[in-house]
């Protein structure tokens, strides 16, 4: 017990030294999502569906290649006659992630099992030097 009351300091910032080292762990495992290079594969291998939850303007100013777009307001009562078959593998995208994670709940509500969302959404496809398709008229 004097050890500990003599380097308390020391054994505080050992502990902080330790928390900092496991925090990335922590956070890897509670954040959902796939890397670019697994959505690619994804899509190659198992005809993964890419659905794009940004608004129609930012649709198309630019997305994923072969995205259909159903804005995240409009999933619920889009998302089954868009996308029909429900055992697909099903990637969400938006700009950069967070409206793709609302999206997700809802997706699994719907009985999409296998819905995933793009970590990073479009930014990180962008990063990674994919291809972005834009509309005609944008």
């Known amino acids: 017990m004097k050890f500990i009351i003599d380097n308390w300091m020391l054994i505080s910032v050992a502990v902080a030294s330790g928390g900092m080292l496991l925090w990335p762990v922590i956070q890897g495992a509670s954040a959902s999502g796939l890397s670019s290079a697994q959505a690619v594969q994804l899509i190659n291998r198992e005809r993964a569906v890419v659905v794009d939850v940004s608004e129609t303007e930012e649709f198309a ?78």
Do not use: F, M, T
């Open 61 to 138: 100013a630019g997305h994923v290649g072969g995205a259909k777009n159903v804005p995240v307001g409009q999933l619920e009562q889009r998302l089954p006659e868009v996308v029909k078959n429900k055992g697909v593998p099903l990637i969400l995208v938006c700009a950069n992630g967070s409206r793709a994670n609302r999206a997700l709940g809802i997706a699994k509500k719907l009985g999409y099992d296998k819905a995933q969302v793009l970590a990073g959404g479009l930014k990180s496809w962008k990063e990674a030097n994919l291809p972005i398709e834009k509309a005609a008229n944008a």
